[in-house]
C-alpha cells in the first residue's frame, strides 16, 4: 500500500510559478511510474505530467509542455511538479498519483494510489 501526500500549492498571480511536492510512503515506491493529474470545478480531472520509476523518462499534456517540470527523488520517496508561466485557467486541485508498473500513463485508469490533492488558484 501507498500512500502520497501532496503540498505546496496556493496562491499565485498569472506568470507566476509553483513547485508541488508529493511525499509517498512505502518501500515500493522506486519501482512506481508517477503523475500528476488536475480537476477544475465542473470539469474531468485531467492528465498533467508524468514520469517514470527511474526518472529519465516524462510526458506531459501539450497544454503545460515547456512550462511544467516533472521529477522525483527516489531516496526522499518524492516527486515534484515544478510549474511556470501558470495561467488562470490552470487554477484546480492538482492530484498526485502512482502506478505499480514503472513506466508512463497517461489516463486516470493508469493509477490505483492517488493522493488528496492541493490546490492551485491562479489569479489574473
Known amino acids: 500500500q501507498v500512500q502520497l501526500v501532496e503540498s505546496g500549492g496556493g496562491l499565485v498571480q498569472a506568470g507566476g510559478s509553483l513547485r508541488l511536492s508529493c511525499a509517498a510512503s512505502?518501500?515500493?515506491?522506486?519501482?512506481?511510474?508517477m503523475g500528476w493529474f488536475r480537476e477544475a470545478p465542473g470539469k474531468e480531472r485531467e492528465f498533467v505530467a508524468a514520469?517514470?520509476?527511474?526518472?529519465?523518462?516524462?510526458g506531459y499534456a501539450d497544454s503545460v509542455k515547456g512550462r511544467f517540470t516533472i521529477s522525483r527523488d527516489n531516496v526522499k520517496n518524492t516527486v515534484y511538479l515544478q510549474m511556470s508561466s501558470l495561467k488562470p485557467k490552470e487554477t484546480a486541485l492538482y492530484y498526485c498519483?502512482?502506478?505499480?508498473?514503472?513506466?508512463?500513463?497517461?489516463?486516470?485508469?493508469?493509477?490505483?494510489?492517488w493522493g488528496q490533492g492541493t490546490q492551485v488558484t491562479v489569479s489574473s
Open positions: 498519483t502512482g502506478r505499480t508498473f514503472s513506466g508512463l500513463g497517461y489516463e486516470k485508469k493508469d493509477y490505483i494510489y
Open positions: 512505502g518501500r515500493t515506491f522506486s519501482t512506481y511510474g
Open positions: 514520469i517514470n520509476w527511474s526518472g529519465d523518462s516524462t
